[in-house]
């Protein structure tokens, strides 16, 4: 619990409060620290930022960025694309649940992952 109020400082103040009482961006910390909670050798993350306010997936995103470099694997489904490849290592974009382009996160192509995203060939 002490480090996920760490990962997620503002839980601690509401840590008396029911996680339905708590916003959608708190919901979303809650239900990401009590994953965490498990110590978990794999994190597969949905959507983390789907619906949040800005701010909100920033402090999201901010934490997740300090799990890198631990010994667990984060599988992240983002469709802030630009978000996602600041923290990833490496990207995978599937398109009717095949791999339709892959590689180094640091050498992503953004026009070339919308071209794949959306099943357009590269010229």
Known sequence: MEAVCRLFPILKDFADRPAALLSGGQQ????I???LMANPAVLLLDEVSLGLAPVVA??????????RG??????LVEQDITR????ADSFLC???????L???AQDADLVA???AYFGEESS
């Open 28 to 31: 979303q910390m809650v239900a």
């Open 33 to 35: 620290g009590r994953a």
């Open 58 to 67: 920033d402090e999201v995103h901010a934490a997740l960025a300090g799990l």
């Open 70 to 75: 631990t010994e667990m694997a984060i599988i």
């Open 84 to 87: 996602a490849l600041r923290q």
């Open 94 to 100: 599937l398109l009717e649940g095949r791999v339709a």
């Open 102 to 104: 892959q590689g180094s």
């Open 113 to 115: 992952i919308g071209r």
